[in-house]
């Protein structure tokens, strides 16, 4: 395994700046840069760092020292606490590139190595981009619950429920001469359709996905019922430009903002009537697009128009704008009643739809999926399993079962990137004593 090292901080000036170095030579390039290697295991030093070749003075340094498999990458690491400025971090990584036999780590390449370390799984891997990532309070913790191996869990013992199935459909076929139970393939059955429901539940949640990708509201209706009004409220700024001129918006415009802890994008949309010209024809139809795809739409309209049963769908925040203009008004059940000229109801707005949005797509403390990644690797484990399934109804060849299940495993391993076609032959000596 080569030594790596590259700057683990985010490049540019700062009090201080961290540089890591991970595998067998990790002691070398310190003391190639220091004059010793690792001294106390996990207590910082003060050093003088200098180039191993002219013998220059880079930094004066804090420096720590961790021996694997008790370090981040499950290697040795050393790690370099730099003063922040751009040429100080770029003199030591140039001084660390002299030394025979260090290279540049590749990106991702110290969270990859602590992968294969058995350091955490791929699933909590993924959780640190997460957490680097993380824009709101929400996919903060949603990150921290990924890192510590909710979800991988749950893969894990859904994985090792499979691996015995598959176990005993592959001692139904190899060893057919020894005295076995009869029919195993089908006595596991019920233990596989157990399993595709409980896959289904989690196809079927996608807070998890939409916490971390964000979730998009479309404001939509007719021209000039104050839809950029309502989206400048939102956003807390002038987001989009307000006329009173109808069919000012002729794009989707889209404005991230936060609400109830959670990544929001409110869209700005054109208005829907007949198109005057080309230009907003293209509007409207993005428009129409924007609010299909949507994950949750407000309905504007004003006092004295309607809307049509074909655009409403179930979900749909009706807004009522221009309430200032017949305040005596009823409004039906369902309506809420704004006026964005006197700032009437807009407050109340903005707690339903908060409300709206946390009942739909709040957190949960229990492990959710989080990528499309997952979610493409679940749908084939639940496919593989119902083909098994459907084999064994139709007394289907066992070896084309067995086939099935292990696409099944191979999936959910997937996930958390642990496949070890050797754990079935655990599986199969264990519960079988065949061979004995």
């Known amino acids: 395994m080569e030594t790596i090292f590259a700057p683990a901080t985010a490049r540019g000036r700062g009090g201080v700046a961290v540089v890591r170095v991970s595998g067998p030579d990790a002691e070398a390039a310190l003391a190639g840069l220091s004059g010793r290697g690792i001294g106390t295991i996990r207590q910082a030093e003060v050093r003088s760092l200098s180039d191993p070749v ?87 913790r949603q990150a921290l619950r990924q890192m510590a191996g909710g979800f991988g869990e749950v893969c894990d013992g859904w994985r090792d429920r499979l691996i015995k199935i598959l176990a005993y459909v592959e001692a139904e076929i190899d060893f057919a001469d020894e005295d076995l139970p009869s029919d195993l393939s089908k006595s596991v059955m019920p233990g596989v359709t157990l399993l595709i429901d409980e896959i289904s539940g989690f196809l079927a ?44 918006t002729r794009d989707v415009v889209e404005v991230r903002m936060v609400l109830g802890g959670l990544p929001v994008t409110i869209c700005d949309t054109a208005g829907l009537r007949e198109a005057t010209g080309s230009v907003e024809k293209e509007g409207i139809r993005r428009a129409r697009m924007t609010a299909e795809q949507a994950d949750l739409r407000i309905w504007m309209s004003c006092v004295g128009e309607g809307k049509s049963a074909e655009d409403v769908r179930s979900g749909d925040l009706f807004v009522l704008n221009k309430l200032d203009m017949e305040p005596d008004l009823s409004l039906e059940e369902g309506q809420i009643g704004i006026s964005v000229t006197t700032g009437q109801g807009l407050e109340a707005l903005s707690e339903r739809l908060e409300g709206q949005i946390l009942t739909l797509f709040g957190e949960t403390e229990a ?64 519960d079988f004593c065949i061979g004995k």
Request: net charge negative.
């Open 54 to 140: 002219s013998g220059e003075l880079l930094d004066r340094a804090l420096v720590l020292g961790f021996r694997g498999p008790h370090s981040f990458t499950g290697e040795d690491v050393v790690e370099l606490h730099l003063h922040g400025g751009l040429a100080v971090v770029d003199s030591v990584i140039e001084g660390l590139g002299k030394i025979v036999g260090l290279r540049l780590a590749e990106p991702g390449e110290f969270t990859r190595r602590a992968v294969e370390n058995g350091k955490f799984d791929l699933a909590a891997a993924e959780g640190i981009a997460d957490l680097i990532e993380a824009e709101t309070s929400a996919q903060r």
């Open 205 to 248: 949640d996608r807070r998890g996905e939409k916490i971390r990708d964000g979730i998009f509201v479309a404001v939509v209706g007719p021209p000039n019922v104050g839809k950029s009004s309502l989206v400048n409220f939102l956003a807390r700024r002038d987001a989009v430009i307000v006329s009173e001129e109808a069919g000012t």
């Open 367 to 430: 492990p959710v999926v989080t990528r499309e990644r997952h979610r493409t690797e679940l749908r084939s484990c639940k496919g593989a399993l119902q083909s098994a399934v459907s084999l064994v109804e139709r007394a289907g060849d066992v070896s084309l079962v067995a086939e099935e299940l292990r696409r099944a495993v191979r999936a959910v391993g997937r996930i958390t990137g642990r496949v070890d076609v050797e754990e079935l032959l655990d599986v199969v000596f264990r």
